[in-house]
């Protein structure tokens, strides 16, 4: 596994310090409404457990699209690709990224579900909805805990953090162990995918043809689609452009650039093409979503 870790692009995987060294855990409140708000599609090594406060949100992972709501919970361990879905909603969340090591460093019980958890031996829920109402309070308790970001705290956190774990465990909200092949696969699938999202992230100004991104994949442009289609909920072209207009976005809020020239950094050399993407991912025009900045 390790081995395979070291052949991601760095470029593509999110690689932020967690906390502390002796305290490996984020805490971030999102609002999807925000004009700065982006998600787009990421991985990293450290486990995710995102909450939800209002509102209700799509979001893409490794395992398929997911609509969350009120009081619902998402569950993303290390290497998952995921992201916002193209209609993600308006909603307020927060969420922890955190080691894996933590559970480790403050577990000494050799329980084989954890074993196979922090091993990536299990797979887990994504989501925790409606019905599940004791790891849905214990979640609401650890959040409440954490975000307060106080180091006599911290014992605490772990506690109700390995207490959501146990309760996960006990409701068996995971499948069996998988076989080694079938993590073999799946590490190889992630490879490839990453690759073409690093050029996608590196490249997103310059010509990029579904012929490239399926070579640098190593696969057949018909199966290069499903594969990426599987593992990202969208079409290459489509994902290209969602990624695009995001930047657009980016550009239309941070600087004063005419609407030509942030068209063509972003790799639209067709003006009016430019325009009905946006609108269509967007709702609006460049010219509509700029003006509503100010």
């Known amino acids: ?7 991601k692009s760095q470029a593509y995987k999110e690689t932020l310090q967690r906390g502390t060294v002796v305290f490996p855990i984020q805490y971030s409140l999102c609002n999807t ?8 599609l990421h991985w ?9 406060i209002s509102g209700s949100y799509r979001i893409f992972t490794g395992m398929g699209e997911f609509f969350l709501e009120e009081g619902d919970i998402c569950l993303i361990p ?49 989501v925790i909805g409606a019905g599940e109402e004791e790891i849905r309070n214990c979640a609401s308790r650890f959040f409440s805990t954490i975000k307060l970001q ?17 309760l996960i465990k006990k409701n068996r909200l ?9 993590h073999s696969a799946k590490d190889a699938r992630m490879n490839q995918i990453s690759s073409v999202l690093n050029l996608i992230r590196n490249e997103y100004g310059k010509d990029i043809t579904l012929d490239r991104m399926a070579g640098v994949a190593a696969l057949s442009p018909k199966y290069f689609c499903r594969l990426f289609r599987e593992s990202t909920g969208h079409t290459p ?27 063509l950094e972003c790799g639209f050399n067709d003006f009016s093409y430019f325009t009905k993407t946006f609108r269509r991912y967007k709702g609006i025009p460049p010219s509509k979503y700029r003006a509503a900045l100010f």
């Open 33 to 40: 409404a925000n004009p700065s708000y982006d998600l787009p």
């Open 78 to 126: 290390g290497d998952v690709v995921h992201g916002d879905a193209q209609e993600r909603g308006i909603a307020l969340y927060e969420s922890v990224v955190f080691d894996m090591d933590l559970i480790r460093l403050h577990s000494y019980s050799p329980d084989i579900f954890f074993n196979d958890m922090l091993n990536g031996g299990i797979s887990l829920v994504p």
């Open 150 to 166: 106080r180091e006599e705290l911290d014992l605490l956190s772990v506690g109700l953090l390995m207490e959501f774990f146990g």
């Open 237 to 263: 072209i489509e994902y290209l452009n969602w990624f695009r207009v995001n930047r657009a976005c980016t550009l239309l809020r941070e600087t004063d650039g005419k609407l030509l020239d942030i068209a």
């Open 1 to 7: 596994m390790e081995n395979v870790k070291a052949t």
């Open 44 to 52: 990293h090594d450290e486990f995710e457990i995102i909450h939800m």
């Open 174 to 182: 995971f499948s069996e162990p998988q076989s080694p092949s079938s």
